[in-house]
């Protein structure tokens, strides 16, 4: 449960990280996936969830 919560900080401090560098590049990226089609966003959440899932897999092992 401490790594989940470990991991679960990291990404708060990455994604705060790119929002205070790049706001306005942000604004553009959450603009192309409001008008990207559900599917499309599900294939990519799906892929990137697979591609998390073998890094964590990888650096266990």
């Given at each position: 449960?401490?790594?989940?919560?470990?991991?679960?900080?990291?990404?708060?401090v990455i994604e705060g990280l790119i929002l205070a560098a790049?706001?306005?590049?942000?604004?553009?990226?959450?603009?192309?996936?409001?008008?990207?089609?559900?599917?499309?966003?599900?294939?990519?959440?799906?892929?990137?969830?697979?591609?998390?899932?073998?890094?964590?897999?990888?650096?266990?092992?």
């Open positions: 449960m401490t790594d989940f919560i470990v991991a679960l900080g990291l990404v708060l790049f706001p306005s590049r942000v604004r553009e990226a959450l603009e192309v996936m409001r008008v990207t089609p559900d599917q499309q966003l599900r294939l990519v959440g799906l892929i990137a969830a697979l591609a998390g899932l073998v890094v964590v897999w990888w650096m266990r092992s």
